[in-house]
């Protein structure tokens, strides 16, 4: 319990080493992030547009466009430039592309990864953008002129079907060390409401509530089975009426989550406190049991709870 009361190889070995350099070659980037998971599909990559046969223009008042400045994988990212949740870029394709076997179970995620403008560590600005300041058009004289994107929504057009939309917080996604998030919605999410013989991707829209550019690097499809895992702080010891601070975390892999906090658990679980860092004042001595809930906020997979036993003296 913490206080804060004043504040020569054998084959097998040989096998398994060979094993695991193989397992982690194949990871691909976005597992050094943290987030481990299958690729099932690959809709874009950072190659040519011409090579991955897919066009990129505006959606309402945004701007998509193509970018060699800051990229994740390949030679190119999308640039998007937003104006409102219903104004950024669009993506077409040239023939169809067939999502259709990424729609067979709810474990299967379109995963978009994305660099937004205030998310990135100061190491990857710098790594991002050289000697240079950021780019006049979104900060001036280091001072940022436009809004920041908060929240992500896409649209998936099908072929002979209706088109499904989606969004998110970026909050409920994981940042890289080097400023990239992976930015994941189930495809369950993007089936809608009606089954489809086949779910062949003729466009799909990407804007955000910002109108601060942000970058894509690669879009795939991947599958993540694994369950949720709250983490939190080791049991502590602390003075009444003394203000300490509540950190969450969670192993996610895809999911976008939420983390809501119960600070007694004697009179029932609540959501006495939302988000990742919250801050709390015990004002009666005492045990009590702090309940951290981790949620999917897409209902994919079920919560997980990290229990923290606080003990409150005078």
């Not at 190491?123 to 929240?151: I, N």
């Not at 601060?212 to 009426?241: C, H, M, R, T, W």
């Not at 119960?262 to 939302?274: C, M, P, R, S, T």
């Amino acid at each position: 319990m913490r206080s804060y009361l004043s504040r020569r190889p054998s084959a097998l070995f040989i096998s398994l080493a060979a094993a695991i350099l193989i397992t982690c070659a194949a990871m691909d980037k976005a597992s050094a992030q943290g987030v481990f998971t299958q690729r099932l599909q690959t809709i874009y990559d950072g190659r040519s547009l011409d090579q991955l046969h897919i066009r990129v223009g505006s959606w309402g008042s945004g701007v998509c466009e193509t970018s060699t400045t800051n990229t994740y994988t390949g030679s190119e990212s999308l640039k998007v430039t937003p104006k409102d949740l219903y104004a950024g870029g669009r993506i077409d394709f040239i023939s169809p592309f067939d999502l259709t076997p990424s729609m067979k179970a709810p474990d299967i995620y379109l995963q978009i990864i994305c660099q937004f403008w205030g998310t990135q560590t100061t190491d990857a600005l710098t790594q991002a953008l050289g000697t240079a300041a950021a780019p006049t058009d979104v900060y001036g004289g280091g001072t940022p002129t436009a809004k920041q994107v908060r929240t992500v929504r896409i649209m998936a057009f099908y072929e002979n079907g209706p088109a499904v939309e989606c969004e998110a917080p970026i909050s409920a996604y994981k940042i890289g060390d080097d400023g990239w998030m992976v930015v994941s919605f189930p495809m369950s999410a993007l089936k809608g409401k009606t089954d489809l013989p086949q779910y062949r991707l003729t466009r799909l829209t990407i804007t955000g509530d910002g109108s601060q550019p942000f970058y894509i690097g690669e879009i795939s499809a991947i599958a993540d089975s694994k369950p949720l895992v709250a983490e939190s702080s080791d049991d502590l010891e602390v003075s009444k009426n003394y203000s300490i601070a509540f950190q969450g975390s969670a192993q996610s892999g895809a999911s976008a989550v939420s983390y809501s906090w119960d600070f007694d658990k004697n009179n029932g679980i609540q959501a006495e406190a939302v988000g990742d860092l919250v801050y709390h004042r015990f004002t009666q001595t005492g045990d009590y049991e702090v309940t951290l809930t981790v949620t999917d906020i897409f209902g994919v997979k079920e919560p997980a709870t990290k229990t923290i036993k606080v003990k409150v003296n005078e």
